[in-house]
């Protein structure tokens, strides 16, 4: 049984199911292999670190599980249903209701509140703006900073916005949250503090929680460590 799993979580079917997924890239007449034939189960309610040395794929594997890319051959299930053949409106709509993203570089529109950068994935939405104001409060809570939400990212340290970064990320209640580097720009203490606030939202909340990291330090965080190296999932340490 993995670190922190209840037995309910290890007897529960899997809520990310990846078979054989093979990602290529093209340079001109030359095929780059990015993944070869990864194979995972991810559980809901896990805390899922991915670590290896860049170029081993971790990114590649983080944003095909996101929908933002798709695999060249393989499959994958969310949920028990085959999103491997789904149109690209068919993944927007589900990034949109299952995931929220997390990046090394914050990705804060720098003339825009806090408050504001919370309720961009809102704009497209049917929610009415009064219920939009209402979801990004509540998120900036969620992270300990409705007292900077009307604040600019030029305002706010590096950590603060990326707790305002997973703030937008938590807006629409996303049943995964996905996280590239999260620390990677970060002082140490600010690091940790990210990552505490990721365990909590994953102990507390329930969310399931991937991130990758080439820091070995941020593993203890979390319940399982998939490692990464030459497009391969090398196999999990016990």
Same mark, same amino acid.
């Given at each position: 049984m993995m670190r922190g799993a209840t037995p309910a979580q290890s007897s529960a079917p899997p809520l990310v199911r990846l078979e054989g997924i093979q990602r290529l890239y093209r340079t001109g007449d030359i095929e780059v292999? $990015? /993944? %070869? #034939?990864? &194979? $995972?189960?991810? %559980? $809901? #309610?896990?805390?899922?670190?991915?670590?290896?040395?860049? #170029?081993?794929?971790?990114? &590649?594997? /983080?944003?095909?599980?996101?929908? /933002?890319?798709?695999? &060249?051959?393989? %499959?994958?299930? /969310? $949920? #028990?249903?085959?999103?491997s053949q789904k149109s690209a409106d068919q993944l927007a709509e589900l990034r949109n209701r299952t995931f929220g993203f997390v990046f090394q570089n914050f990705n804060l529109l720098p003339r825009t509140t806090a408050l504001e950068n919370v309720e961009l994935p809102l704009y497209y939405s049917r929610v009415p703006l009064a219920e939009q104001r209402r979801r990004a409060l509540r998120a900036l809570e969620r992270v300990g900073l409705a007292d900077r939400a009307r604040h600019y990212p030029g305002q706010l340290s590096g950590g603060q916005q990326q707790r305002v970064a997973i703030a937008r990320a938590l807006v629409n209640d996303p049943a995964i949250l996905l996280a590239d580097e999260p620390t990677g720009n970060l002082d140490s203490e600010s690091g940790r503090e990210i990552m505490s606030l990721f365990r909590s939202l994953n102990r507390q909340a329930g969310i399931t929680v991937i991130v990758v990291t080439h820091e070995p330090e941020i593993a203890a965080y979390g319940d399982r460590l998939l490692l990464f190296r030459d497009g391969r999932v090398l196999g999990e340490p016990s």
């Open positions: 292999p $990015a /993944l %070869r #034939g990864v &194979t $995972a189960e991810i %559980r $809901a #309610g896990e805390f899922v670190i991915v670590m290896g040395p860049s #170029g081993s794929g971790k990114s &590649t594997f /983080l944003n095909i599980l996101g929908c /933002l890319d798709r695999p &060249t051959s393989g %499959r994958y299930w /969310l $949920a #028990g249903e085959d999103v």
